[in-house]
């Protein structure tokens, strides 16, 4: 009986030990099989919502991603849709937007153009235009997510300004144009006159050349 006890024991041990091996790869090929590699229809990412008084919960969408991918990183062209309905499509790289593409910001149900242009680690960077929400549009260079270098912003009222950029503000040299026609050319820091500069006022006819501080002609 001692005998028979110990080959069960032994014949136990080894159903197990194959019940394990069997497990392991199992969750080795459903793993495989999960791995996000290339091309991919979509995925979507779900959160729980609470509602009512009682324990009851639903998983509801959060976002979507439709497009490639690269060691279960998005990489290449994709489409993503975030949890509140604004939308990227372009190029990827490690999780990030890197490279050419569009963000679409949700406005009461509505995508209305943000931003196309060139993207690095996820900010704006390179050459782009933006559209903001209160009208004005730039075209221009971008560092690190703000204006900078040589850029153009045509404003809701329909003011013109070119020339450079630092740090999402008119600094260094610039002309601005106003819809009534008056004109400044001169240099700028932190979006105010500053130093040399000419002013064009159309309605009276007069031109002012000097130094300007603080955004004032210097009398």
């Not at 949890?83 to 910001?105: F, I, P, S, V």
């Amino acid at each position: 009986d001692e005998y028979s006890q110990e080959e069960m024991s032994e014949y136990q041990m080894s159903e197990a030990i194959q019940s394990a091996k069997s497990a392991n790869l199992l969750w080795k090929e459903s793993d495989r099989k999960a791995q996000k590699n290339g091309p991919h229809r979509s995925i979507y990412w779900v959160k729980k919502k609470e509602f009512g008084l009682n324990k009851g919960s639903k998983w509801v969408s959060s976002s979507r991603y439709i497009g490639d991918w690269k060691e279960n990183k998005k990489e290449g062209f994709g489409i993503q849709i975030y949890a509140n309905k604004d939308k990227y499509e372009g190029l990827w790289a490690e999780n990030m937007r890197h490279g050419q593409g569009t963000y679409w910001r949700n406005e009461g149900g509505k995508l209305k153009r943000e931003y196309t242009g060139d993207w690095i680690e996820d900010k704006r960077h390179g050459r782009g235009t933006f559209f903001y929400k209160n009208g004005d549009r730039y075209d221009g260079f971008w560092v690190q997510g703000k204006p900078q270098g040589e850029g153009r912003i045509i404003y809701a009222n329909q003011d013109i300004y070119e020339g450079q950029w630092h740090e999402g503000k008119k600094s260094g040299y610039g002309v601005l144009v106003k819809k009534n026609g008056d004109h400044f050319e001169g240099h700028w820091v932190n979006d105010k006159k500053e130093g040399q500069g000419s002013y064009l006022f159309t309605e009276k006819n007069k031109l002012f050349v000097g130094e300007w501080v603080d955004d004032h002609p210097k009398c």
